[in-house]
C-alpha cells in the first residue's frame, strides 16, 4: 500500500518549486490562482526572494503548502497513481487533506493563510523557539520537562532518537541545559518563528477556528491520520476537530508511521519541498520503501 506523507515548516528554501512552475502549465496556472487568493506573489518570494522573507510564518507555510499540493496534483495529472493513505507533518496536514479531497485547493489555502498570520501574531505577541533533541527517549525529554517551571512541552514526537520541543525562551534555555545533562546528543534550533503546538498558540488556535468552522470539509478518499490522534478516519467531523485541535497539541509523527505501517502501508512517497520525512522514517522503519519525489 502506499503513502503519501507531506512535510511542514523548516523545510523551505530559495528556489523552491521553480522547475515545477517551469515545467508544468498545471502548476502555472495553480501558482498563478495562489497569488491572486494571498493578494501577494508569493512565487516571487519562493523562486528568487530573500531567506529572511520566505523564513516568516506568514510566507513560509503557504509556500511549503503550494509545493506540496501543487507537485501531488502534477503527479497525479501525469500517471495513475493514487496514495492508500496519507499524512502530514504539522503544516503538511492541510496539504494531506487537499490530495485525499477532504478540502478544495483554494479552502486549504485560504485555511493556511489564515493559519500562518494568526501563528505569525501569537509569535510576534511573545518570543518562544522550538529545537530538536537527538538522542534522547521521548519518556526521559517528558520527564526533564515537567521539571521546569517556565513554558515549554514536547512538540513533536518525531522518532525513537527524536523530539521537538517548544515553549518560550527562557523555558527552552533551561531545558536544553538540563537535556544535555540527561544525555541528549545533540540540540538543534529550528527554523521557526515561535512555540508551535504548546499553549502559546491558545490566540492562533481560536482564530483558525473560526474560519476552519466556517469550511466545507468532504469525506476523505482515503485514510488520513492526523497528528493529535495518530489514528486513520475519514470522517469530515473528526478531521475538522482535530485540525483546530493541533495547534497546541503534540505532533505524534513516531505513533502515525508505526500505525499507517501496520496498517499495511510498504511503500512511502514524500511530497514536497526537502527530505526530512524521509529520515524520520527510515529511523522508524528501516525496511520501508521510500520513493523520494520533490521538484
Known amino acids: 500500500m502506499i503513502a503519501y506523507v507531506f512535510p511542514g515548516q523548516g523545510t523551505q528554501f530559495i528556489g523552491m518549486a521553480k522547475d515545477l512552475f517551469e515545467k508544468s502549465r498545471l502548476a502555472r496556472e495553480m501558482f498563478k490562482l495562489a497569488n491572486k487568493i494571498l493578494g501577494f506573489r508569493i512565487t516571487d518570494i519562493m523562486f528568487t526572494g530573500t531567506e529572511r522573507d520566505l523564513c516568516q510564518t506568514k510566507v513560509c507555510q503557504p509556500a ?8 501531488a496534483a502534477t503527479l497525479s495529472d501525469k500517471s495513475e497513481l493514487k496514495p492508500d493513505m496519507v499524512a502530514g ?3 503538511g496536514e492541510f496539504s494531506a487533506l487537499v490530495v485525499a479531497k477532504v478540502l478544495s485547493f483554494e479552502d486549504g489555502l485560504r485555511l493556511v493563510m489564515v493559519r500562518a498570520e494568526s501563528m ?3 509569535c510576534n505577541a511573545e518570543r518562544s523557539t522550538m529545537v530538536a533533541v537527538l538522542g534522547l527517549e ?6 526533564v520537562l515537567d521539571s521546569i517551571d517556565e513554558t515549554v512541552v514536547l512538540a513533536n514526537y518525531n522518532n525513537r532518537e527524536q523530539t521537538v520541543i517548544s515553549g518560550s525562551i527562557d523555558g527552552v534555555e533551561i531545558a536544553c541545559k538540563k537535556l544535555k545533562t540527561a544525555g541528549a546528543k545533540r540540540i538543534i534550533h529550528l527554523k521557526v518563528g515561535g512555540a508551535f503546538h504548546s499553549s502559546l498558540m491558545e490566540p492562533a488556535r ?3 477556528a473560526k474560519v476552519v468552522n466556517q469550511t466545507t470539509f468532504h469525506q476523505s478518499v482515503c485514510s488520513i491520520y492526523q497528528n493529535v490522534s495518530a489514528q486513520p478516519t475519514t470522517n469530515p467531523v473528526v478531521i475538522c476537530e ?6 497546541t497539541f503534540p505532533v505524534l509523527w513516531h505513533q502515525t508511521v508505526l500505525n499507517m505501517i501496520a496498517d499495511g502501508a510498504n511503500t512511502f512517497i ?3 519541498p526537502g527530505n ?3 529520515g524520520l522514517i527510515r529511523k522508524i522503519a528501516p525496511k520501508v520503501i521510500f520513493q523520494e519525489l520533490t521538484s
Not at 64 to 71: D, G, P
Not at 138 to 143: F, L, P, S, T
Not at 242 to 247: D, F, G, T
Request: aromatic share 2%.
Open 138 to 143: 521521548d519518556k526521559v525529554v517528558e520527564k
Open 270 to 272: 514524500e511530497i514536497g
Open 276 to 278: 526530512v520525512l524521509q
Open 64 to 71: 511549503i503548502f503550494l509545493h506540496s499540493v501543487i507537485l
Open 242 to 247: 482535530n485540525l483546530i485541535a493541533q495547534l
Open 206 to 208: 481560536v482564530e483558525l
Open 120 to 122: 505569525q501574531k501569537a
Open 89 to 91: 507533518h504539522s503544516l
